[in-house]
């Protein structure tokens, strides 16, 4: 069976520090990834999605950057953290040319202070 | 592009008693309905979803239903328990669009009153 992973679990990091955010896939090949950041109380924002190693498309304008090294990693980067960055940041997959069946991971929880 | 609008933000009801979420799309090419679940600090899990060629699906307290025409889609859960209180979002997408994304309602945040 397929299972996602995000790393760490949680983080706390000053404005202006940097940022790299790790998600994996187990058990499937070539899926959709997601990155999709939820602020405290709010819904989910789409960040950045991949359909293959080094495809990487972005719904929003921002200091965020995602990159596909390997077929089931996916990251998310930042070289300079503002506040507004803090939130929960999940990842997801899907099964290749199924974007419309996505399964989270757990998430990564951000403060940026 | 695709919309998703999700109502009421909010909703309590009392333990035992049910709970509708409504939801309405714009484009009428969307054909796949998801629900997803979210308790407090985690993941959202699909719990239920609907294609456009069926008017209800229903798994065990819970049910969808889509009206097509009017492009609304619902939750309904019944005999509603505490472990139902969560977060829950709708979603709409096309499962024929290379555009691999689906779109996501601003959630409704259930409490379930003991």
């Known amino acids: 069976s397929q299972t996602i992973h995000q790393w760490p679990a949680t983080l706390v990091q000053p404005v202006g520090s940097p940022l790299s955010l790790e998600c994996t896939v187990e058990?499937?090949?070539?899926?959709?990834l997601y990155w999709y950041r939820q602020a405290a109380g709010r819904g989910l924002q789409l960040l950045f999605y991949?359909?293959?190693?080094?495809?990487i498309s972005s719904e929003v304008p921002q200091n965020l950057s995602a990159s596909r090294p390997q077929d089931r990693q996916f990251i998310l980067s930042s070289k300079k953290l503002l506040l507004s960055d803090s939130g929960f940041y999940l990842c997801?997959?899907?099964?290749?040319?199924?974007?419309?069946?996505?399964?989270f991971g757990p998430g990564t929880r951000l403060t940026v202070t | 592009g695709e919309n998703v609008e999700q109502h009421p933000s909010t909703l309590s009801v009392q333990e035992g008693d049910s709970a509708v979420i409504k939801c309405t799309y714009s484009?009428?090419?969307?054909?796949?309905f998801p629900w997803y679940k979210q308790e407090l600090g985690k993941r959202p899990q699909l719990i239920i979803d609907?294609?456009?060629?069926?008017g209800e699906k229903k798994d065990q307290r819970i049910a969808v239903t889509l009206n097509k025409t009017a492009k609304h889609f619902s939750l309904h859960i019944t005999e509603t328990q505490p472990e139902d209180s969560a977060v829950y979002f709708c979603?709409?997408?096309?499962?024929?669009?290379?555009?691999?994304?689906?779109?996501f309602g601003s959630g409704t945040r259930l409490s379930i009153r003991p």
């Open positions: 484009d009428s090419a969307s054909n796949y």
């Open positions: 979603a709409a997408s096309n499962e024929y669009s290379s555009a691999s994304k689906i779109i």
């Open positions: 991949s359909v293959g190693i080094g495809q």
């Open positions: 997801a997959w899907s099964p290749p040319g199924q974007g419309y069946e996505q399964y």
């Open positions: 058990g499937t090949s070539n899926p959709n």
């Open positions: 609907i294609r456009s060629n069926v």
